[in-house]
Nanobody
Framework: VQLQASGGGLVQPGGSLRLSCVAS????????IGWFRQVPGKGREAVSC????????YYPDSMKGRFTISADAAKSTVYLQMDNLRPEDTAVYFC???????????????????WGQGTLVTVSS
């Protein structure tokens, strides 16, 4: 079981990025998968989670409006579309799963056991 995140980079404030998380070793039609981020020196925070068995998404209030999570089961890939990025969005972004049938809300409020390696997003002019 492995998660491979990619798509990070340097973007100017107001810009957009799309992160990808490719899953291997399991199929994207049962577990919940989420995106989390971490700023050095701070704890990880949930950005968005998706229940792949029913396509129900969850966004913490602080993340609503600029982030969109989606999945392509045929490609075993979960995406995070990030728009109108701000300098405070600078962080390492991780995808994670518990391989179970947690709800998207539950996954975002837990510490999943399986994590990808992270991809750095830097928002700066």
């Amino acid at each position: 079981v492995q998660l491979q995140a990619s798509g990070g980079g340097l973007v100017q404030p107001g810009g957009s990025l799309r992160l990808s998380c490719v899953a291997s070793g399991f199929t994207l039609n049962r577990p919940a998968i989420g995106w989390f981020r971490q700023v050095p020196g701070k704890g990880r925070e949930a950005v968005s989670c998706l229940s792949t068995n029913n396509d129900i998404t969850y966004y913490p209030d602080s993340m609503k409006g600029r982030f969109t999570i989606s999945a392509d089961a045929a490609k075993s890939t979960v995406y995070l579309q990030m728009d109108n990025l701000r300098p405070e969005d600078t962080a390492v972004y991780f995808c994670a799963t518990d391989l179970g049938q947690s709800s998207s809300y539950a996954l975002c409020h837990s510490r999943p056991p399986i994590w990808g390696q992270g991809t750095l997003v830097t928002v700066s002019s």
